[in-house]
């Protein structure tokens, strides 16, 4: 018998590509068909056919609070009474701007923007255009959203320029991007002697969140801050999933990095489009309308999504939130480990705060290439046996998973039960 879902994407793949508005949702990594979703509240999702799920999704990250807050509702409702879009200044934008620049101290000045891919390629913008270098650094398995210098993978060696990861990227684009494995500090340095005083920014998620959760070795951190002090490089630290998500002040406020750059998105529009990028003065003052550098969007700093990322802020300021979100998800994490290796699993768990990735692998996970040792086949199993009984996990090994504030002590319970039928069905 088709349900709902099953119905619907047969209708969606003929009107959008693979059914989907981004591909992740496309199930292609886990199989079978994507879940169509209908409504959310707290930490559960219910699906067309009306089955819930305690959800670990979370729209990618911006939902913290979980679906539908309460209080985000209320301020919706009232803004959208007000209108929706001026495509004029607003007194909301400049409260945001505050709100950032009070979190993020090395952001001197930021711009709104629509999107975490948005904010990544403007940062990038004026990184090249202030240093008037063309090559930038990334690292393997880090994802800055799909601008053309971000879709490339590594070339044979770090003395080897970029190839495109994607048609459609013009390979002279792609030879300006260097790419060295994340955590890896020699290769660091051996791309700064190789391309010495030549690159204009590195870009970095500071925790990965898009191999699955990568934590950095702190001295591999420290390093990419000197060597891009010493080189003039601009340091930009993708934020878009770790601000206002590892810690309020994010991924540098915990490893204690001052970058020239930050990008941030997801949670600061409280589960509506927003993006922002910024960074020190002498460098954002370069962007339009004060410098010579180009960049514009017709619903930055829109009232509804800057009042929802507003209204999420100010409850992620209450005391002791960011301390029980960490204790609720080390509770699941530990809980899945250990019920796991009792029953003949051995899982790597990585997590900081309330993002975390289970990898189906014994070996530790520091990079993209121990990241890609682990059983896919396994989580796929994993996954659609939770999903089955009413747990949504990201539908790929390779992708973060987040708790919110909504999930409570007995969601944990039922997640854990969950798993312990999956890791049987793992050794039958
Ligand atoms: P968006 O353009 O999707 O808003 O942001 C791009 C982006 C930039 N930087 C980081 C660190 C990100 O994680 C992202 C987007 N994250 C993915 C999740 N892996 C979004 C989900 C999707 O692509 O559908």
């Not at 994993?382 to 999903?387: D, E, P, Q, S, V």
């Given at each position: 018998?088709?349900?709902?879902?099953?119905?619907?994407?047969?209708?969606?793949?003929?009107?959008?590509?693979?059914?989907?508005?981004?591909?992740?949702?496309?199930?292609?990594?886990?199989?079978?068909?994507?879940?169509?979703?209908?409504?959310?509240k707290?930490?559960?999702?219910?699906?067309?056919d009306?089955?819930?799920?305690?959800?670990?999704?979370?729209?990618?990250?911006?939902?913290?609070?979980g679906?539908?807050?309460?209080?985000?509702?209320e301020?919706?409702?009232?803004?959208?009474?007000?209108?929706?879009?001026?495509?004029?200044?607003?007194?909301?934008?400049?409260?945001?701007a505050?709100?950032?620049?009070?979190?993020?101290?090395?952001?001197?000045?930021?711009?709104?923007?629509?999107s975490?891919?948005?904010?990544?390629?403007?940062?990038?913008?004026?990184?090249?255009?202030?240093?008037?270098?063309?090559?930038?650094?990334?690292?393997?398995?880090?994802?800055?959203?799909?601008?053309?210098?971000?879709?490339?993978?590594?070339?044979?060696?770090?003395a080897?320029?970029?190839?495109?990861?994607?048609?459609?990227?013009p390979?002279?684009?792609?030879?300006?991007?260097?790419?060295?494995?994340?955590?890896?500090?020699p290769?660091?340095?051996?791309?700064?002697?190789?391309h010495?005083?030549?690159?204009?920014?590195?870009?970095?998620?500071?925790?990965?969140?898009?191999?699955?959760?990568?934590?950095?070795?702190?001295d591999?951190?420290?390093?990419?801050?000197?060597?891009?002090?010493?080189?003039g490089?601009?340091?930009?630290?993708?934020?878009?999933?770790?601000?206002?998500?590892?810690?309020?002040?994010?991924?540098?406020?915990?490893?204690?990095?001052?970058?020239?750059?930050?990008?941030?998105g997801?949670?600061?529009?409280?589960?509506l489009?927003v993006?922002?990028?910024?960074g020190?003065?002498?460098?954002?003052?370069?962007?339009?309308?004060?410098?010579?550098v180009?960049?514009?969007?017709?619903?930055?700093?829109?009232?509804?999504?800057?009042?929802?990322?507003?209204?999420?802020?100010e409850?992620?300021?209450?005391p002791?939130?960011?301390?029980?979100?960490?204790?609720?998800t080390?509770?699941?994490?530990?809980?899945?480990?250990?019920?796991?290796?009792?029953?003949?699993?051995?899982?790597t768990?990585?997590?900081?705060?309330?993002?975390?990735?289970?990898?189906?692998?014994?070996?530790?996970?520091?990079d993209?290439?121990?990241?890609?040792?682990?059983?896919?086949?396994?989580?796929?199993?994993?996954?659609?046996?939770?999903?089955?009984?009413g747990?949504?996990?990201?539908?790929?090994?390779?992708?973060?998973?987040?708790?919110?504030?909504?999930?409570?002590?007995?969601?944990?319970?039922?997640t854990?039960?969950?798993a312990?039928?999956?890791?049987?069905?793992?050794?039958?």
């Amino acid at each position: 018998m088709t349900n709902k879902s099953q119905e619907l994407f047969e209708k969606a793949r003929r009107l959008m590509p693979g059914g989907v508005n981004s591909p992740v949702r496309a199930f292609r990594a886990v199989g079978g068909h994507p879940i169509f979703m209908a409504s959310g509240k707290g930490a559960t999702i219910v699906d067309v056919d009306g089955k819930s799920y305690i959800d670990y999704v979370l729209s990618w990250g911006p939902l913290i609070l979980g679906h539908a807050h309460p209080e985000v509702v209320e301020t919706l409702v009232k803004v959208l009474e007000t209108g929706t879009s001026f495509g004029a200044c607003t007194p909301r934008e400049v409260e945001l701007a505050e709100r950032i620049t009070e979190a993020y101290p090395s952001i001197e000045r930021v711009r709104l923007v629509n999107s975490g891919t948005e904010a990544t390629l403007s940062a990038l913008r004026v990184a090249r255009a202030a240093t008037g270098r063309d090559k930038i650094l990334k690292f393997e398995g880090c994802y800055h959203g799909h601008g053309d210098s971000l879709l490339v993978k590594a070339g044979s060696g770090v003395a080897t320029l970029g190839l495109p990861d994607s048609p459609g990227v013009p390979r002279a684009l792609a030879e300006l991007t260097v790419t060295v494995p994340f955590n890896h500090t020699p290769a660091l340095e051996e791309a700064f002697r190789v391309h010495r005083n030549q690159l204009a920014a590195v870009i970095v998620e500071p925790v990965a969140g898009n191999m699955g959760v990568v934590v950095p070795h702190l001295d591999f951190l420290e390093k990419l801050r000197a060597l891009t002090l010493e080189q003039g490089t601009v340091l930009i630290f993708d934020e878009v999933m770790t601000g206002f998500r590892v810690a309020y002040g994010g991924a540098q406020q915990l490893y204690k990095i001052d970058p020239d750059m930050t990008t941030l998105g997801k949670i600061i529009g409280g589960g509506l489009p927003v993006g922002a990028y910024g960074g020190k003065a002498r460098l954002m003052d370069l962007v339009a309308p004060v410098g010579p550098v180009y960049q514009a969007g017709t619903l930055s700093g829109n009232p509804l999504a800057v009042a929802a990322g507003l209204k999420t802020l100010e409850i992620l300021r209450r005391p002791g939130l960011y301390e029980r979100l960490d204790l609720l998800t080390e509770k699941l994490v530990g809980g899945l480990v250990k019920e796991a290796a009792g029953l003949g699993t051995l899982l790597t768990a990585n997590r900081v705060g309330s993002m975390f990735t289970i990898f189906f692998t014994p070996q530790p996970v520091s990079d993209f290439a121990s990241a890609q040792k682990a059983d896919t086949a396994a989580y796929s199993l994993f996954f659609h046996t939770l999903l089955e009984a009413g747990v949504y996990f990201p539908p790929s090994q390779f992708e973060a998973a987040f708790v919110s504030t909504s999930h409570s002590e007995g969601d944990m319970t039922a997640t854990l039960e969950a798993a312990s039928l999956a890791f049987a069905g793992l050794h039958p």
